[in-house]
């Protein structure tokens, strides 16, 4: 008889996950980029983040308003919400 030399199962531990990075990948980049770092410089981060928030809920609401006056369906205006942020990433209101 041969003796294993290995064991029959082998204990694996859990891959070692880094955070997510919550960084925008065009930060810095896009023809707005410089007036929202400076301004966030300026009203400091905290402020920044409210304003920020502010204005996009009224970006949504907009984009629901005109939605319902052109009669789409909610899936669609859910596109339109997600194209206007890409676009705001693209121009670097997201930076």
């Given amino acids: 008889m041969l003796v294993k030399s290995v064991p029959s199962h ?5 891959p070692v996950r880094l955070a997510p ?3 925008n990948v065009n930060e810095g980049k896009g023809l707005f980029a410089p007036i929202v770092v400076v301004t966030r410089q300026v009203v400091g981060k905290k402020r920044f983040n409210q304003l920020r928030g ?15 006056s052109i009669g789409a369906d909610p899936k669609q205006r859910q596109g339109l919400i997600r194209l206007a942020k890409k676009n705001g990433e693209r121009l670097g209101f997201l930076a």
Avoid: D
Avoid at 10 to 14: A, M, N, Q, S
């Fill in 21 to 23: 990075m919550m960084k």
């Fill in 54 to 68: 502010k204005a996009i809920a009224v970006h949504s609401q907009v984009i629901t308003e005109f939605c319902k």
């Fill in 10 to 14: 082998v204990r694996v531990g859990k």
